[in-house]
C-alpha cells in the first residue's frame, strides 16, 4: 500500500515583521499548544471578519439590545454594584431571568 502526501491548497507567504512581535506571537501559539503559521492565520482570519463584516453579519435591533443588556449588567457585576447571586422575585419574568444569568 502505497501512502502519497495529502496536497495542501494552502499558499506559502513571507512577511516581515519586528522580532518583538514574531517573539510575543511564538509564545502565545506554543501556550495555546498551536504552530505559529496556525496561530497567524487564525489571528488575520479573525481580524479580517471582524474588518469585513457584512450587513447580514451584524445582529439585528433585538439582539444587539440583549448583547448590550448583558455586557451591562456584567460591569455592574464587576463594579459590585449587583449581587451576582441574587436573585429577583419582583416578578415571574424577573426571576427567571435573574436565574439564567
Request: proline fraction near 2%.
Amino acid at each position: 500500500m502505497r501512502t502519497e502526501a495529502i496536497k495542501s491548497n494552502k499558499q506559502s507567504v513571507s512577511f516581515r515583521w519586528s522580532p518583538e512581535l514574531v517573539c510575543k506571537l511564538k509564545k502565545i501559539a506554543k501556550q495555546q499548544n498551536r504552530s505559529f503559521s496556525n496561530f497567524t492565520e487564525t489571528l488575520l482570519s479573525r481580524a479580517i471578519s471582524i474588518v469585513d463584516q457584512t450587513e447580514e453579519d451584524v445582529p439585528n435591533a433585538t439582539t444587539a439590545a440583549a448583547i448590550n443588556e448583558a455586557k451591562e449588567y456584567q460591569k455592574k457585576v464587576k463594579a459590585g454594584l449587583i449581587d451576582e447571586d441574587f436573585i429577583d422575585t419582583s416578578s415571574v419574568d424577573a426571576m427567571i431571568k435573574s436565574t439564567l444569568r
